[in-house]
C-alpha cells in the first residue's frame, strides 16, 4: 500500500534555531517528492521537489534531502524565524498512472517561539 | 504565485442546505482536483477531472457532486449539507504528467455545517 509517514507529528522550536522533519514513504514506482508549507487554514505552498536523481534541494532556508534506495527524506530548516511556524506535508508522486497520483503526509506541525 | 481561487474562503450554513464551492485557475491546467482535510490530518482525494467534461470520484467517500464545463471552472456541489461534511475544502489544479509536475493549491473554503 502506498503510504507516506512523516515524523515527528509536532515540533516546537525557539527562534533561531535549526530543525529537521522525516519524511518515509513505501511509494512506487516514485516519480518525485515535494515539501510544502500549508499556515493555519490557507492552502500548501511548495518549497521543493525532488526527482529520482537528487539527493539534496535548497530554497533559501529550506534544504531537502532524498535517499530513493531507503525512501527517506528529510527537511532541514535553518535559523529558524516565527513566520516558519506551519504545518509541513510531505507529497509523493508516483508514475504508474496518467493522473500521477499525489500522496500526503500528515504532515508535521511546526512552532517557533520568539 | 498560482492563479488558483476559491470562493468563499470561510462559510457557516445551516443543515439541509444547499451549497457550491467554486474553484477557478487561468493556468490553462487540465487536471483539477478536490480534496477535504480535517484539522492535523492529511489531504484526502474526494474528486479529480482530466478536463473539460471528465469527473471521477477519489479515495475519499464523499456525497458531493462536481461539474467541469469549462477548462477553468471545477465547482463542487453539496446538494444537502450535514454536520459531517464540516472541514476544510481544498482546490488544486496541475500541469500534464511529468517529472516535476507540480500541484498549485486554492487558499480552501472552511466549510461549517450548523
Known amino acids: 500500500k502506498n503510504q507516506v509517514e512523516q515524523s515527528p507529528q509536532s515540533l516546537i522550536i525557539l527562534e533561531g534555531k535549526n530543525c529537521t522533519l522525516q519524511?518515509?514513504?513505501?511509494?512506487?514506482?516514485?516519480?518525485?517528492l515535494r515539501w510544502y508549507k500549508q499556515d493555519t487554514g490557507r492552502g500548501p505552498v511548495s518549497l521543493t521537489i525532488?526527482?529520482?536523481?537528487?539527493n539534496t534541494k535548497s530554497n533559501g532556508r529550506y534544504t531537502a534531502t532524498l535517499d530513493a534506495d531507503t525512501k527517506q527524506s528529510s527537511l532541514h530548516i535553518t535559523a529558524s524565524q516565527l513566520s516558519d511556524s506551519a504545518s509541513y506535508i510531505c507529497v509523493v508522486s508516483d508514475r504508474g498512472s496518467t493522473l500521477g497520483r499525489l500522496y500526503f503526509g500528515r504532515g508535521t506541525q511546526l512552532t517557533v517561539w520568539p | 504565485e498560482a492563479d488558483i481561487y476559491q470562493t468563499p474562503r470561510y462559510l457557516v450554513i445551516g443543515t439541509g442546505k444547499k451549497i457550491t464551492l467554486e474553484c477557478s485557475q487561468t493556468m490553462g491546467h487540465d487536471k483539477m482536483y478536490w480534496y477535504q482535510q480535517d484539522p492535523g490530518m492529511e489531504l484526502h482525494l474526494i474528486h479529480y477531472?482530466?478536463?473539460?467534461?471528465?469527473?471521477e470520484k477519489g479515495d475519499l467517500s464523499s456525497e458531493s457532486t462536481v461539474s467541469r464545463i469549462r477548462t477553468e471552472h471545477f465547482p463542487l456541489t453539496l446538494e444537502s449539507a450535514r454536520p459531517s461534511h464540516t472541514s476544510q475544502y481544498l482546490c488544486a489544479s496541475s500541469a500534464p504528467t511529468g517529472v516535476n509536475t507540480e500541484a498549485f493549491f486554492g487558499q480552501g473554503t472552511r466549510l461549517t455545517v450548523v
Open positions: 519524511c518515509n514513504y513505501t511509494v512506487s514506482p516514485f516519480s518525485n
Open positions: 477531472s482530466y478536463g473539460v467534461n471528465s469527473t
Open positions: 525532488m526527482t529520482f536523481s537528487e
